[in-house]
């Protein structure tokens, strides 16, 4: 079985499970729900920005406020997503056919992987499409929109490997979800006592996912962000990998 395989055949359950329909059917209603409130908010106060020459635009008062409210989302949507990509077979008693088939154990998590990032990726692309339906009608700053973009998708990119890795972990899908939401949190804010003591530097301010994604969103692309999301992908999925070629020896 190819990686090609187990790609489709995640995708298509998470195609036919209502969880995934609901996830994306909530969250994009209160997307767009907040995307007017968004809208309203800077019709309101454009006559005042349009008197101050370094006043913040539609991309700074809409796009990237939009984009900033699907992270928030993310930390709940991603958990729940992946919570039974691995666990779940577990559960079910289907995973002895996955390592039956002979799939190797670093194919059958990076292609569940995949599946999942299409699935994000696609709901990322659907929240975008709402700034852009307005590109025509207003200014947009495509430079300081894509740094931001480029920054959801490594964000989410990394949950979802957090996910799938506690999931693989996990026996039971319902606490790898736990565990990837505590996981996700406890990265974001782990240097938020480090910045109440004052201190803006230093390993702790590094290791924290906030450090990372918050230059992005301000249009601010750095390879030291980049590379930090690609570390955290890599472990995360390496780390399960292992844990199955394990399981899978041990079976």
Sequence with gaps: MSLLTVTRLEWRRLLVRPLAWVLAALTLAWLAWNFTLLLGGFLAGQIQNAARPDSPGFTDLVGVPLLGQLAQLAFLVVPLLTMSVIAGERRNGTLPLLFA??????????????????????????????????????????GKLAAATLGLALMLAALAALGVACSTF???????????????????????????????????????????????????????????????????????????SAERERD
């Design 101 to 142: 088939a002979g799939v190797p154990a670093s194919r059958i998590v990076l292609g569940k992987y995949l599946a999942v990032l299409g699935w994000l990726l696609l709901w990322l692309l659907l929240t975008l499409a709402m700034p852009l339906a307005l590109a025509h009608a207003t200014h947009l700053d495509w």
């Design 170 to 244: 996990a026996s039971h899908p319902a606490i790898a979800a736990a565990a990837a939401l505590i996981l996700a949190l406890a990265l974001w804010g782990v240097n938020l006592g480090a910045q109440m003591a004052g201190i803006n530097g230093g390993a702790i301010n590094w290791l924290a996912m906030s450090t990372h994604l918050q230059p992005l969103l301000r249009g601010l692309v750095s390879s030291t962000d980049i590379v930090w999301f690609v570390l955290l992908i890599v472990l995360a999925l390496a780390l399960a990998a292992r844990r199955l």
